[in-house]
């Protein structure tokens, strides 16, 4: 098997090639991101995208290098450099207060538009509007979680290799399909042509997810629009929806946050869509 390479000097052109991708402009023009510790480097070194192997480079402190064998083992069997890195240099190239001891260097993986519409795609989260890294990461694991076909970040959204953006997902960015950049209006338009109904979530909006969910409404193939953070959506988006939906609060509290409200409505439509009538076969157990 091959072996890591002699501990890495703060100052090797490596160690400031990774440390730059912490900026967006950098990480656009390389088409790479930083992912961060055990849980994001053991799925990155699993994934294999159009190019490959998705991780490039690993970076770990020999403490985790031990501690995290397999991870090691399997990005060198994996062709990835590996190289052992002081404390120093896992101070440089992280982007967390106490890193972990695992920084790796990967491709970036996001789907063509296009190629998610001929999936067939039954549940889809379109994050369009959204600022926040940690809200957008949040959501993605929670469509990962509820079975979704495909997340789609609008033009207006973050950036979805942020590294707040990859460590809130949790590893889930390298579990489902990611198209970003997409025009909320194309992202609407592609997808009812697929045959998916369009629900926007809104705190405001005139169903109720109660209602749709009792009007067996649900069962079929869906895509939620997330709104920002602070204003939800713009009018101009909720008139693109085939409905405005909001979550019933039943309690005293004044709303729910983004990433709430999200695993809410996926879950909604992941049940609905399992149920008898629904559009996913439920599988004997």
Known sequence: MPTPAE?????????????????????????????????????????????????????????????????VEAALLGGARVHYASDEVLAEVSQTVTPQGLVGVCHFLDSPFEEILGSGPKLVAVLAHVRDPGNAGTVLRCADAAGADAVVLTDASVDLYNPKSVRASVGSLFHLPVAVGVPVE????GLREAG???????GAGQDDLDAELDAGTMGGPSAWVFGNEAWGLPEETRALADAVVRVPIHGKAESLNLATAAAVCLYASARAQRAPGGCRSVTPS
């Not at 656009?28 to 192997?53: C, D």
């Not at 998916?196 to 809104?202: E, G, M, S």
Request: charged share 30%.
């Open 7 to 71: 501990l890495i000097s703060p100052r090797s052109p490596r160690v400031a090639a990774a440390r730059r991708l912490a900026r967006r402009n950098f990480r656009t023009k390389e088409r790479r991101f930083l992912a961060e510790g055990p849980q994001a480097v053991r799925e990155a070194v699993a994934h294999r995208g159009s190019q490959g192997a998705t991780l490039i480079e690993l970076f770990a402190t020999v403490e985790a290098a031990e501690r995290y064998a397999d991870i």
């Open 186 to 189: 194309q992202a609407v338009a």
């Open 196 to 202: 998916v109904r369009i629900l926007a979530a809104d």
